[in-house]
């Protein structure tokens, strides 16, 4: 975990395949999502290399995050980096001022960050394709334990801000980047 930026960082980094690069994917964005979002979730679990990953069962939330997956493997499949980030960013709204003090709106600060680093890449031979798969459901069990840990830290309960708004699965605007090579993809 990070804390540069003023608010927490916290960092994934998974190597994959082209055959688990969608399933993995999706299985830690539900799993962040699992753990930050604070309305009414309905849970579900999600197997992905035999390591159960928490999920939500909320269709705008499974919209955003295969939207999102897709985004990243068209990006990986039709450019020359196999390089890429998806960022989930939590925020709260606050009330924006002037130089006067003077209210003019909103703005959404960052409360804490997802970093997901992923590249993707192959395996050459079956025997180097079971230590890769192995080696990624050891990365999967860890990166929960990671989210497990900093969601139940004291550092990771005081970055969420006060709920004031109970409505919606998230009191809080949820922001999901894709960039790959460097670039942002839509």
């Known amino acids: 975990m990070n804390q540069d930026n003023g608010h927490?960082?916290?960092t994934i980094d998974l190597v994959l395949d082209r055959h688990t690069t969608k399933d993995v994917l999706q299985g830690v964005l539900?799993?962040?999502l699992f753990h930050r979002?604070?309305?009414l979730?309905?849970?579900q679990t999600?197997?992905?290399l035999d390591v159960t990953m928490p999920g939500v069962a909320d269709p705008e939330m499974e919209g955003l995050v295969n939207d999102k997956v897709e985004a990243f493997w068209r990006g990986v499949e039709g450019g020359h980096s196999k390089r890429g980030q998806i960022t989930v960013t939590f925020a709260e709204k606050r009330p924006?001022?002037?130089w006067f003090q003077v209210y003019v709106g909103e703005e959404e600060v960052p409360w804490e960050q997802w970093v997901v680093n992923a590249e993707?890449?192959?395996p050459k031979s079956d025997r180097d394709r079971q230590q890769f798969l192995a080696t990624l459901a050891a990365t999967l069990t860890k990166a929960v334990q990671t989210m497990l840990v900093h969601t139940s830290s004291p550092a990771g309960r005081t970055a969420v801000p006060p709920i004031t708004n109970a409505a919606g699965i998230s009191p809080f605007p949820v922001?999901?980047?894709v960039s790959v090579g460097g670039v942002e993809v839509a």
């Open 8 to 10: 927490p960082t916290v």
């Open 30 to 32: 539900h799993a962040i």
């Open 37 to 39: 979002l604070f309305g």
């Open 41 to 43: 979730v309905k849970p």
């Open 46 to 48: 999600r197997e992905v």
């Open 96 to 98: 924006k001022k002037s």
């Open 120 to 122: 993707v890449r192959q």
């Open 175 to 177: 922001r999901v980047a």
